[in-house]
């Protein structure tokens, strides 16, 4: 019975909603460096949670009847805006959702029969979804294999008469380097074409390393040709998850983004975002959160942030075995192994207490492993780095993973459409994973290894299968 026949209590619940919690990864202290962006100061927490909670049950459906919130997203988008070149913005709830928002814009201002968005191979997966929903072709540029930026050459060649959008990153997240905006800005602008930078990771990043002494090129509405940037509070803006701002440098193009319908006979509908209903406690938690540590918050961050992303950089680089790959300006760090396996490293630093977030190979791009660092992470950099330098000896003693001969094959000849979820599940647990629910966390190095040998769709086929056996029937 999912639902009890009584109502029960407060306590009741809390106790459970702490046992449903019980094996979730921690989202405070610095050791899961991935999902989670961490302050480390309580008293911002709480603030966030305070203003969240009092605007919680508000429906930003209607503006009209609810003015804080368009009062509370002037600010909040106002912010981002004053610091990123100017601009119109829309507060959505994330950064997938801004870039929809960006697509569509970019989609709705022109007027292709087979519209196209020209990205570098490193863009943000979001683009794909946005692509997939809105009707847009992708057209996929690869990335310059020492320094993982785009060439604005390559750009240019890809760009045909049906692109509505040209797309980089600052920075990308798989290496956290920022494409060459200025140059990217240059062929859009010559062509006629819109250029959305996804500053999703760096917007709220880039600019206190920046105070901070990191040099940081420019990337944002102040570069002519950039026409729209993305930028994701509930990363370096360090609010609770739900906040992001899309700005757009002609609010004629904002207006794109937005939708209204008056077809049918109910109320009318006038929607900045793609959800309609929906919660203004993001809202309400991203303007505490920004309020509650101002510019000088975000500027002793930012400093902690750049010092602790120094010192892991030459920590992993020295080593041995080890490479940071490329020279990322941001303080998102990946590195590969040479003669060891990331993903057997990954799990021994599991073992040990933390989080490191495994990237599969892609386009000639080696497996690696990726670390977010935050403002908490410079009290615990020596940890983690000899967390680090132990795991990565413990993994080259235990050597690579090897998996059973054929499974690959196996696994790539599947029709995955055929298969029915008990026979994935047992497929599953022919390598050691419990997909049942309540196993706990498997090893997840043979999985990385079997995903990284299968091609993308191949890939993409197993994750959803994969979902759909975790969610059950
Ligand atoms: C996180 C991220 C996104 C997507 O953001 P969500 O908030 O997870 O939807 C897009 N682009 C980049 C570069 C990101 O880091």
């Known amino acids: 019975m999912n639902l009890p026949p009584t109502g029960r209590t407060t306590e009741d619940l809390l106790a459970e909603v702490a046992r449903l919690k019980e094996?979730?990864?921690?989202?405070?202290?610095?050791?899961?460096?991935?999902?989670?962006?961490?302050?480390?100061?309580a008293e911002v927490n709480d603030a966030a949670t305070a203003a969240y909670l009092e605007m919680l049950e508000v429906n930003c459906l209607d503006p009209t009847a609810f003015p804080s919130v368009v009062e509370m997203e002037r600010q909040v988008v106002g912010?981002?805006?004053?610091?990123?070149?100017?601009?119109?913005?829309?507060?959505?709830?994330?950064?997938?959702?801004?870039?929809?928002?960006?697509?569509?814009?970019?989609?709705?201002?022109?007027?292709?029969?087979?519209?196209?968005?020209?990205?570098?191979?490193?863009?943000h997966p979001a683009f794909h979804k946005a692509a997939h929903y809105l009707g847009v072709?992708?057209?996929?540029?690869?990335?310059?294999?020492?320094?993982?930026?785009?060439?604005?050459?390559?750009?240019?060649?890809?760009?045909?008469?049906?692109?509505?959008?040209?797309?980089?990153?600052?920075?990308?997240?798989?290496?956290?380097?920022?494409?060459?905006?200025?140059?990217?800005?240059?062929?859009?602008?010559?062509?006629?074409?819109?250029?959305?930078?996804?500053?999703?990771?760096?917007?709220?990043?880039?600019?206190?390393?920046?105070a901070a002494g990191a040099e940081i090129p420019p990337f944002d509405l102040s570069v002519p040709g950039v026409t729209s940037i993305s930028c994701d509070l509930h990363k370096f803006g360090y609010a609770p998850k739900g906040a992001s701002v899309v700005l757009f440098a002609d609010p004629a193009m904002r207006r794109k983004a937005y939708f209204?319908?008056?077809?049918?006979?109910?109320?009318?509908?006038?929607?900045?975002?793609?959800?309609?209903?929906?919660?203004?406690?993001?809202?309400?938690?991203a303007w505490a959160t920004l309020q509650a540590l101002g510019r000088e918050g975000y500027t002793e961050l930012g400093r902690a942030t750049l010092e602790a992303t120094t010192r892991l950089r030459e920590g992993i680089a020295a080593i041995p075995g080890l490479r940071v790959l490329g020279e990322p300006e941001s303080s998102l760090v990946a590195f590969e192994g040479v003669d060891?396996?990331?993903?057997?490293?990954?799990?021994?630093?599991r073992a040990r207490g933390w989080f490191l977030q495994p990237q599969l190979s892609y386009a000639g791009i080696p497996a690696n492993l990726h670390i977010t660092v935050t403002g908490v992470t410079l009290g615990g950099v020596d940890s983690m780095l000899k967390v680090i330098a132990e795991s990565a000896s413990a993994a080259r003693s235990r050597g690579p993973v090897v998996l059973p001969d054929g499974l690959v094959d196996l696994v790539a000849g599947l029709d995955l459409d055929a298969l029915d979820d008990a026979a994935f599940a047992d497929l599953?647990?022919?390598?050691?994973?419990?997909?049942?629910?309540?196993?706990?966390?498997?090893?997840?190095?043979?999985?990385?290894?079997?995903?990284?040998?299968?091609?993308?769709?191949?890939?993409?086929?197993?994750?959803?299968?994969?979902?759909s056996v975790i969610y059950g029937s």
């Open 260 to 285: 209204a319908s008056a077809g049918w006979p109910g109320y009318t509908i006038i929607n900045a975002t793609v959800q309609s209903s929906r919660s203004a406690g993001p809202l309400g938690g």
């Open 23 to 41: 094996h979730d990864l921690p989202v405070r202290g610095g050791q899961v460096t991935a999902y989670v962006y961490d302050t480390g100061r």
């Open 137 to 210: 072709e992708v057209v996929a540029v690869p990335v310059d294999l020492a320094t993982y930026r785009v060439r604005a050459k390559d750009v240019a060649a890809a760009v045909d008469a049906d692109t509505i959008l040209v797309v980089a990153s600052a920075p990308s997240y798989p290496q956290g380097v920022i494409d060459p905006i200025e140059e990217v800005a240059a062929v859009a602008a010559a062509a006629g074409l819109p250029f959305h930078v996804d500053a999703c990771v760096g917007g709220w990043l880039l600019p206190w390393l920046r």
């Open 428 to 467: 599953a647990a022919s390598v050691g994973v419990d997909l049942r629910p309540g196993a706990g966390q498997p090893e997840m190095a043979v999985v990385n290894t079997v995903l990284d040998a299968l091609p993308a769709a191949g890939r993409e086929a197993v994750l959803v299968r994969f979902l």
């Open 79 to 123: 912010a981002v805006a004053d610091q990123l070149g100017g601009g119109h913005g829309i507060f959505t709830s994330g950064g997938t959702e801004s870039i929809m928002l960006a697509v569509k814009a970019a989609r709705d201002s022109s007027r292709r029969a087979r519209p196209n968005l020209v990205l570098p191979v490193t863009a």
């Open 340 to 349: 060891v396996d990331v993903f057997v490293l990954a799990d021994e630093a």
